[in-house]
């Protein structure tokens, strides 16, 4: 069986500075050898259906800036299965809404420059379900999914849900994990959430052999992962 790192949205090009590092570490310490990204590997805000905010970047530089991030990513996990977020999907439904079709639109690997990365809708990897989560919702999201899906579902999404909930009868028990996410919600594209209350997770998940683990990225003051050991004194005073 696998020992799967799963990596939540990063939404580049606004990730948290000092989550590549951290999944990097849990990949090292878990002894990982699978990797699946949770989808939103990209946020596009500059081609949303919704606001725009005026001090981020438009299409062609978010692109610009998204790749370069996404190349990050690339040279870290060379092989890995992607699950496509409702943001990564953003190109092909705006060019739906004009009634242009899907093959003339390129590949996401081709997009992104990521051969080796595998992306679809969903994975399946030792009877463990992974997706992204469009569409789902509610106080324990992936356990929600887990439910109608009858198996062991994780899922991205809602970024501020984060963990671990099980389900189990006399024959079988399942699982349902949230993986949280790796934004940054300092970010102008998130600037929508800056008054709630509910702040995003900045963790990560591992499923050993099929039995899941939720891992907290400490990026408070003076935790590992804290932005000022990734971001320069020179970028801090922007």
């Known amino acids: ?23 990097l570490d849990l990949q090292d310490q878990w002894e990982c050898d699978t990797v699946v990204f949770i989808g939103d590997v990209v946020d596009l805000q500059a081609i949303s259906f919704h606001a725009h905010h005026p001090e981020c970047p438009g299409p062609a530089d978010e692109y610009t800036l998204a790749k370069a991030g996404v190349s990050k990513w690339h040279a870290a996990f060379p092989e890995a299965r992607v699950c496509i977020g409702n ?16 093959r003339f639109l390129r590949e996401y690997a081709d997009i992104w420059g990521t051969p080796g990365w595998d992306w679809q809708d969903d994975h399946i990897v030792d009877d463990v379900y992974y997706f992204h989560g469009t569409g789902n919702g509610g106080e324990h999201p992936a356990y929600n999914a887990a439910k109608k899906m009858l198996m062991s579902t994780v899922m991205g999404h809602i970024h501020t849900a984060g963990g671990v909930k099980w389900m189990v009868s006399p024959t079988r028990r399942i699982f349902g994990m949230d993986t949280g996410c790796g934004i940054d919600d300092r970010a102008f594209a998130f600037a929508y959430g800056k008054h709630t209350k509910r702040r995003s997770v900045i963790s990560a998940g591992v499923v050993i052999d099929g039995v899941p683990y939720h891992e907290i990225c400490g990026i408070g003051p003076g935790e590992a992962y804290h932005r000022d050991k990734f971001v320069s004194k020179k970028r801090r005073k922007r």
């Open 1 to 23: 069986m696998s020992r799967t790192l799963v990596i939540g949205d990063i939404h580049e090009p606004v990730c948290h500075p000092g989550y590549l590092q951290f999944c």
């Open 87 to 102: 943001h990564d999907q953003r190109p092909l439904r705006l060019a739906q809404e004009v009634g242009i079709p899907a």
